[in-house]
Nanobody, 124 residues
Framework: VQLVESGGGSVQAGGSLTLSCAVS????????GGWFRQAPGQEREGVAA????????VYTDSAKGRFAISQDNARLMWYLQMNSLKPEDTAMYYC???????????????????WGPGTQVTVS
């Protein structure tokens, strides 16, 4: 299974970016896809996650109201639309997934079996 993020870049505060995560080699019928981020000198933290079975999404407080996660099951991709970006959103953003069968997706990193290499987002 391979995950690859794209869409990162530099943006001014107040701007928007959409991150994409492309998955290949996946045999899991049901899974949770998540977005995490890690700023320099800080621990990695969850941002948003979505269950592909019913599209239900969860967000951490830092993302609520500004970020939106979505999926395209047919293309095995999911997205993170980020609006009203702030300098504190600057981080490496990672997508990840684990096999799941309903319920609310978790942000526990040890649940996630597959990770992408990350894409950098810089907000100035």
């Amino acid at each position: 299974v391979q995950l690859v993020e794209s869409g990162g870049g530099s943006v001014q505060a107040g701007g928007s970016l959409t991150l994409s995560c492309a998955v290949s080699g996946l045999n899991l019928r049901r899974h949770c896809g998540g977005w995490f981020r890690q700023a320099p000198g800080q621990e990695r933290e969850g941002v948003a996650a979505i269950y592909n079975g019913d599209g239900s999404a969860v967000y951490t407080d830092s993302a609520k109201g500004r970020f939106a996660i979505s999926q395209d099951n047919a293309r095995l991709m999911w997205y993170l639309q980020m609006n009203s970006l702030k300098p504190e959103d600057t981080a490496m953003y990672y997508c990840a997934l684990y096999e799941a069968y309903g319920g609310k997706c978790s942000f526990r990193e040890d649940f996630y079996d597959y990770w992408g290499p990350g894409t950098q987002v810089t907000v100035s």
